[in-house]
């Protein structure tokens, strides 16, 4: 995907940003429900809504597990973030910060499916949610401390919160996998 021209920048703006809001370093781990909480986007874990609707949660814990990961619902211009709370931590916390990027990039809000019962999907929001949510858990600086403090795979999913698949694609996408190994070329 293109982003953007500016987005990936603006991106790590956003995620280093929030961090100080939070009384962060650059380095330090985002909670995304500190985040939620910071930006007034209540947070709802799907199990909250089994009695409303036993069948979608039953289905959605189980053999649709993989189908349904968060929604943004608005109400007026308030955001309401439901996810599901069925993943493992490092799968909810990309769900939530994925939601909650919506809201930061505003987003428009569009009608859930098309004429014709079609999903209504925008690639592009989609895409662009994507990397702020991956900026977010993982910022460049993160990404690059990680790698020259030679944090092992497992600590950086233990310390930041996200999967292995986060982090290999942070640590190439923000560009800190090529700074560390030209530093490692110049030591040689």
């Not at 009384?23 to 910071?38: I, Y």
């Not at 990039?105 to 690639?123: A, D, S, V």
Request: with cysteine; glycine share 8%.
């Amino acid at each position: 995907m293109g982003y953007r021209r500016g987005f990936k920048a603006e991106a790590e703006w956003y995620a280093l940003e929030f961090r100080r809001e939070l009384q962060l370093s650059d380095t330090c781990p985002l909670n995304p429900r500190d985040l939620a909480d910071l930006l007034s986007i209540p947070l709802m874990g799907m199990s909250e809504l089994s009695d409303e609707v036993p069948q979608a949660v039953e289905h959605f814990s189980t053999d649709g597990e993989s189908s349904f990961s968060g929604l943004t619902v608005f109400h007026g211009s308030k955001r309401l973030v439901i996810y599901n709370d069925n993943h493992g931590e490092e799968r909810t916390n990309s769900n939530i910060a994925h939601e909650l990027s919506h809201g930061i990039l505003g987003h428009p809000i569009t009608p859930p499916m098309c004429e014709g019962g079609m999903r209504n999907f925008n690639q592009d929001i989609e895409d662009e949610a994507n990397f702020l949510a991956g900026a977010l858990l993982l910022p460049k600086p993160a990404a690059k401390h990680a790698l020259f403090s030679r944090m092992t795979t497992s600590e950086i999913i233990t310390t930041y919160g996200i999967s292995k698949e986060m982090i290999i694609w942070r640590l190439n996408i923000s560009g800190a996998q090529a700074i560390f190994a030209r530093s490692k070329r110049r030591r040689y």
